[in-house]
């Protein structure tokens, strides 16, 4: 893990992996010298760089070269050539189609109003920045992180859908923005009203397996480790199973786990990320301790992950609740139902203690995997 905050990068940057390089996105950054455990809690107390303005918002990216042996020990991070049209606090950012679009989080100073603009894209083929239209739950910039609160987010082709408080009932609704349309829709409340599989939702993360086109490893709003078996046609149902190898030692532990990251090692070999706090005295870890669980897996296919189970099943897998395959039914055909479709065979698994990172619950931004050759 990168501690960036002690090398004095602004905090809550959003990281992504291009071309052998890493990329890391605006954030917020503290006065030199301040406290790296006291400004998530109290910015204030804390002070922002006025290098990067009064609040201490960031509007640059910074690169990292990955292809040298030393270069995540190193970090020798440099600011890109170009920089963003406004900062963007806790920030979303994506690749899609060779673009990086950047979307504002809800920043740590709540009571301040978001730049303008809070959306825009990157163009490497031209090395320009353009802004992008207002989603609906920025229009106001309203005092009050509450009105802007960016919650999930998750990309589907070309489409980005995003849960957010929205300003107009303070309640929690589902919006769509498509790149090539370049228009933002507001889908709903639910995300049944969102066009695609539950795993694709802003509830859940996850990642494809490289070597399978139809297998999508996901961490569900619930927390548990699935994979889907996405159908090539809208007839076909799509197939879960619950991967108990996988996070079956957080069942055993006290442990509140909080939003993850899926990451590919390889073409078979997936990573699996939950941060969480242990809030059990009994907790050989103690109360109250930051930890991160790490799960290495390899992902292969069953022969008979495409057999006639998946018609018998068609009625019923279209009712089942994705986000907890592990439900049980009397329906006679239960068992071909719930056939597992892959083997699992786990690498390493483990607990880390991060205390040494911060009291605050640990929150996962974004991942990545580089293998140094």
């Known amino acids: ?172 609704y589902y919006y769509s923005y498509n790149v090539n349309e370049e228009n933002w829709k507001l889908v709903g409340k639910s995300e049944d009203k969102l066009p695609v599989p539950y795993p694709f939702t802003p509830l859940c993360v996850g990642k494809f397996v490289p070597a399978y086109s139809d297998i999508f490893i996901y961490i569900s709003h619930n927390s548990r480790v699935c994979a889907a078996m996405i159908p090539s046609n809208d007839k076909s149902p799509t197939r879960y199973q619950r991967l108990d190898e996988v996070d079956g030692d957080l069942d055993n532990r006290d442990v509140p786990s909080i939003k993850g990251a899926v990451v590919e090692l390889g073409e078979h070999e997936m990573c699996i990320m939950q941060p969480g706090k242990t809030d059990s005295e009994h907790d050989k870890l103690g109360p109250c301790c930051s930890i991160l669980y790490i799960t290495t897996f390899k992902v292969e296919k069953l022969l008979h992950s495409s057999s006639s189970a998946q018609a018998r099943g068609l009625k019923l897998l279209k009712t089942a609740d994705a986000s907890d395959v592990s439900q049980t039914s009397s329906h006679h055909d239960v068992q071909d139902i719930r056939a597992p479709f892959l083997s699992i065979t786990c690498l390493s698994k483990g607990f880390y203690d991060l205390d040494a990172w911060g009291p605050e619950a640990p929150h996962i931004c974004s991942a990545f995997f580089h293998q140094l050759h």
């Open 1 to 172: 893990m990168l501690n960036l905050a002690e090398k004095d990068f602004p905090f809550g940057m959003s990281c992504f992996v291009r071309d052998s390089k890493l990329y890391m996105v605006s954030g917020e950054k503290p006065k030199p010298g301040a406290s790296p455990l006291l400004f998530p809690r109290q910015p204030r107390e804390a002070g922002h760089d006025k290098l990067f303005g009064d609040r201490g918002l960031s509007p640059y990216v910074y690169v990292l070269d990955l292809t040298g042996l030393d270069s995540t020990t190193d970090l020798d991070l440099r600011k890109h050539h170009t920089s963003m049209l406004a900062e963007k606090p806790i920030p979303i950012a994506e690749e899609i189609e060779g673009k990086i679009y950047v979307l504002s989080g809800t920043p740590w100073q709540a009571e301040c109003l978001l730049p303008i603009p809070t959306f825009e894209v990157y163009d490497p083929a031209i090395e320009q920045w353009k802004p992008l239209p207002e989603p609906p739950f920025h229009e106001k910039r309203c005092p009050s992180s509450q009105i802007y609160k960016v919650i999930y987010h998750s990309v589907v082709g070309t489409t980005i859908y995003v849960l957010a408080l929205s300003d107009r009932d303070y309640s929690d």
